[in-house]
């Protein structure tokens, strides 16, 4: 038996059967640089993109211990190896705060590497990087590096102007040839730049970051174009967890990355499932005693 051979069984659970992977990040109390109030209960937030159909959810080794209760038997962890000094600055500083070895003991079917350029520490970033795709290679776990902008906290447009292109698509082929498994990237501003960034990677599969916060139909339509330039899926956080229903986006996300649905048609069911959700959360509410008027001030 080989380690290739444990990679590739965990990665037939990273990537599921219909060659697509749908991530959700919860670990922005590794990056963020303030706390993020829907993080507060992990296991919610767990057990509801779960139910709407994610099958990979990002976390940390100290989140893990509260949430493990709401993964399913099929639902893979992919435990973040780094954290951000400094995320509220210019340039942070990514430092490894986890192992490889303790991944294996979590029961982790992947890891998962921001990778931050630029600057006095880049160099460092880079050993780090080469570091863990080598422990990965001896070990048999996959490898998810994060080719993103230094900071995320911010919008594409703005990013794209600080950093420019190129930041993105140098970042995304060193994470390739440094031994990803995985490439998450962020979205450049347009479909024709996106696939560019799937292309550096010379077959290397290619998740999209959602990003800062986004209405739902351009979260959708981006999620589209981006299967259609050939990535296998997205990674996304706070457009899941901070959404009013975290299991009708995730539900939405993978109806256009699993079924192919268009952005419209998943942001229509989308639309109908709010609605849904909302009536009955009012009738609910004015069933235990509240008037609309106080039933309005809690939604």
């Not at 080598?134 to 447009?157: D, K, N, Q, S």
């Not at 390739?176 to 292309?199: C, H, S, Y």
Request: proline share 4%; charged share 25%; glycine share 8%.
């Amino acid at each position: 038996m080989t380690t290739e051979t444990g990679k590739s069984m965990r990665l037939k659970r990273v990537i599921d059967p219909e060659g697509v992977s749908v991530i959700c990040a919860l670990d922005h109390g590794m990056t963020s640089p303030t706390f993020l109030e829907p993080l507060a209960d992990i296991e919610a937030r767990t057990r509801e993109t779960v139910a709407g159909g994610a099958n990979v959810i990002m976390m940390s080794k100290g989140m893990i211990r509260i949430a493990e209760p709401a993964f399913s038997a099929t639902t893979s962890l992919a435990l973040l190896l780094s954290a951000s000094a400094d995320p509220g600055g210019d340039q942070p500083e990514i430092v490894q705060i986890a192992e490889v070895e303790e991944a294996l003991v979590l029961g982790a079917d992947a890891v998962v590497l921001l990778t931050a350029l630029g600057g006095d520490t880049e160099s460092g970033m880079i050993d780090i990087l080469s570091s863990v795709g080598r422990e990965c290679a001896a070990l048999g776990m996959p490898f998810i590096a994060e080719a993103e902008f230094p900071t995320t906290y911010a919008t594409v447009e703005e990013l794209k102007q600080q950093y420019g292109f190129e930041y993105l698509r140098r970042n995304v082929r060193l994470c390739a040839e440094l031994g990803a498994d995985i490439v998450k990237t962020n979205w450049p501003g347009d479909p024709e730049a996106f696939g560019k960034l799937v292309e550096a990677t010379n077959g290397i599969p290619v998740v999209l970051a959602g990003g800062s916060r986004l209405e739902d139909k351009e979260l959708l339509w981006r999620m589209q174009v981006a299967v259609e330039a050939g990535a296998i899926g997205c990674s996304v956080g706070r457009n899941i967890f901070m959404h009013a229903s975290p299991e009708a986006i995730t539900r939405a996300l993978s109806r256009v990355i699993r079924e192919r649905w268009s952005a419209e048609k998943a942001h229509e069911a989308l639309a109908e499932e709010i609605s849904q959700l909302l009536y009955w959360t009012q009738v609910l509410m004015i069933s235990r005693g509240l008037s609309l008027d106080d039933v309005y001030q809690k939604l």
